[in-house]
């Protein structure tokens, strides 16, 4: 399959990406891994007039596990994410989702930064993200702002990354009990459902949940009504815990597709979502 | 636009259009075909080559993007005249088929061992998992990796089923039918 033609331009820096997207606006696209877009173009579902490679922008894929939060760079790959043991530690929910996603030269090729601007409504980190409560930090001509992944994963393959915008690094806080377990699509490995869970406990029982859920609907949600009814449970309490989950997709128009209905992801996500809180709380 | 590459430890230069994938401009334009294009969606892995050392789909890159990078291909791996020895336990324990998936099964099973150099059955099934082969059921491909294995960690990767038989025909004066390509031992089986 061969996608359409465009131009192509490397940028070395941020602010000379930041240049040529002023340059081409809407008809340019940030390539960094590739593995998000480069299917789509040649599947002809995208087709921007200009790519502007920003794999070679220097200093942008570093982990950053010691800081306070911790900070990941938009061009950290998922093989260096899956092959880091203090991301293990700190923040295994992500370092759950990157040794699951896709498969070993996806994940030698794919970036987080790509993979999380790129929106897919079956993609793995918008859960763990939001399950971590992560910050997202975007460059713009006029200097830098910063969203939370609530507010930046808005729907089916759309962010508020703006077009003139770079997403340079996330940021969040430790949260050494996460997990993320998902159901594969067996061919892509996309979660068919995916949710991830980061706890505090107290005493033997949940102090305070995060829990999101990817796959089901246009775009991954933070499960509130799960993470009200897991306060104050044992962790020791497995048939406590289920019931916690139930309903985590409640009053979200689930998605229908070849593979799987939507009740069927519907069902799947109270099952999901007691298996990520059942090994957060085992870690 | 031109583009400079090694492949295989050779320089290469080309004019390629921005869209040409890497799998493409080994193929058409190098003349590289042991790198084989099964799906073209980044699902089965058979365009499989070493990026700067890594195993990455080279249907999912664009040639432009490995420019100043070093690529290796299933050739640049090894050859008929002195295999990998990867190569020589797919061969000697049966671990293909058709052969179609075969070279980027290869090129990724080097990639893992250069990570885990003694895979458990599992870290081999785990680490081939971009990799679809539709004739074997995987079994004799875990088998061969695993043999690979150990004739690599223990030094014995150059075992004597080369010089048993010959892949290549002499270049010059072809042989009569039949030989050649097919190993002596085998035609004396099946006269």
Known sequence: ?283 | MQIDLTVNGKRASLDVEPRLLLAHALRDSLNLTGTHIGCDTSSCGACTVLLDGVSVKSCTVFAVQAAGQEVTTIEGIGNADSLHAMQEAFWSSHGLQCGYCTTGMIVSAVDLLRRNPDPSDDEIRSGLEGNLCRCTGYENIVKSVRAAAKAMRDGTDRHSVRELMPLHPPAVDPPPSGEGIIPKQFQEANA
């Not at chain 1, 897919?120 to 830098?144: E, H, I, M, R, W």
């Not at chain 1, 910063?146 to 994963?153: D, P, R, S, V, Y």
């Not at chain 1, 406990?201 to 799960?226: K, L």
């Not at chain 1, 998605?255 to 009740?263: G, K, L, M, N, V």
């Open chain 1, 1 to 283: 399959m061969i996608p359409a033609a465009f131009e192509y331009k490397r940028a070395n820096s941020v602010d000379e990406a930041l240049r040529l997207l002023g340059e081409h606006g809407e008809d340019a696209k940030l390539l960094a891994g590739g593995h998000s877009l480069i299917p789509m173009m040649k599947l002809r579902l995208a087709a921007p007039a200009m790519l502007i490679d920003i794999a070679g922008i220097p200093n942008l894929d570093q982990i950053d596990a010691a800081s306070d939060p911790l900070t990941i760079g938009a061009l950290t790959k998922h093989a260096k994410l899956a092959a880091s043991d203090e991301l293990q530690k700190k923040a295994p929910a992500l370092w759950d989702a990157a040794n699951d996603l896709g498969d070993p030269q996806v994940r030698n090729r794919g970036t987080i930064g790509g993979a999380s601007a790129h929106g897919d409504p079956s993609a793995d980190y918008p859960a763990v993200l939001q399950a971590l409560d992560a910050t997202f930090t975007l460059a713009g001509k006029n200097g830098t702002r910063e969203l939370k992944a609530a507010e930046f994963f808005r729907g089916m393959f759309e962010t508020a990354l703006g077009a003139n915008e770079l997403l340079t690094k996330i940021s969040f806080a430790a949260a050494p009990k996460s997990a993320y377990v998902k159901f594969h699509h067996p061919a892509s490995h996309y979660a068919v459902v995916g949710v991830a869970v980061a706890l505090t406990i107290d005493g033997g029982a949940i102090e305070s949940a995060r829990v999101a859920i990817t796959g089901v609907g246009d775009v991954a949600f933070r499960a509130a009504g799960v993470e009200a009814a897991l306060k104050g449970v044992k962790t020791n309490d497995a048939d406590g815990l289920a019931a916690a989950c139930a309903g985590a997709a409640s009053g979200v128009q689930a998605r229908s597709d070849t593979f799987a209905s939507a009740s069927y992801r519907t069902a799947m996500a109270d099952v999901f979502a007691a298996r990520a809180v059942a090994q957060a709380a085992a870690r």
